[in-house]
């Protein structure tokens, strides 16, 4: 048999071996929903999948590894949830709740397997998860921090912590998501969730150093702009 020949066997197993990763991880993503990262076993996993045993160590070495991977498609729709790029770049009331509900409406989606890798970061300590909830906890802190820079360096922010001011209003929204969404036997209505995320926004606003329109940021592009007659002038924030 020609090598021409032999190809679309080859990719046929290609093709047949893609889904039956597919059907491990979409059965794992069931299981550990269900049962929770410590008492879900490979066993449950293959029998839901309807897979051999071997068919699973084919595409995966433990449970460990299965698990990061079923999450990993969550994790990037939460971080996708909070891109300003549809939404805007504003700090008004109307954006922040805007944003907060587009995250906790990602969460609800996810809310299952996102509590469970939370509840395993704080139980597992040798399997990698805590580091990996930190890490993407940091990605969003890291991201928040940069937009109120760049917000403060616009003059539309005074002076301030960012990095510590996105770190706790970010676990604001983190807390508010999982006791609310998270924990509840069912996800919650989408105007429970609008109302959550009020709720949250409205902490978010008040808490943020926002300038006064016509009063320049301390230590902001226009507050030390050459010629102002505002340089040092202490901002006026609400």
């Given at each position: ?68 991977e079923a ?30 509900t587009s ?109 006064e329109a ?25």
């Amino acid at each position: 048999m020609s090598e021409d020949e032999r190809r679309p066997v080859r990719r046929g197993k290609n093709v047949r071996g893609l889904r039956t990763r597919q059907e491990l991880l979409d059965a794992a993503l069931s299981c550990f929903s269900e049962y929770g990262y410590a008492r879900t076993r490979i066993s449950d996993i293959v029998f839901r999948a309807g897979v051999s045993q071997g068919n699973f160590y084919r595409h995966f070495q433990s449970k460990n590894e299965i698990f990061l991977e079923a999450l990993r498609p969550s994790l990037d729709e939460l971080h996708a949830s909070t891109a300003r790029g549809g939404i805007g770049d504003g700090v008004d009331l109307a954006t922040m709740v805007a944003l907060t509900t587009s995250y906790f409406t990602s969460y609800a989606r996810n809310r299952h397997i996102l509590r469970v890798m939370r509840e395993a970061a704080a139980t597992s300590s040798d399997d990698g998860f805590a580091e990996l909830w930190l890490r993407q906890r940091g990605s969003y802190v890291e991201r928040t921090s940069r937009w109120l820079r760049r917000l403060h360096q616009q003059g539309r922010l005074a002076e301030a912590d960012f990095e510590l001011l996105a770190d706790v209003l970010g676990s604001a929204i983190e807390q508010t998501a999982y006791v609310h969404i998270g924990l509840p036997a069912e996800a919650p209505r989408p105007e429970r969730i609008h109302q959550l995320a009020a709720a949250v926004a409205q902490v978010w606003h008040r808490s943020l150093p926002i300038v006064e329109a016509g009063a320049p940021a301390e230590g902001s592009a226009v507050d030390t702009a050459p010629g102002s007659d505002q340089v040092g002038a202490g901002p006026a924030a609400r």
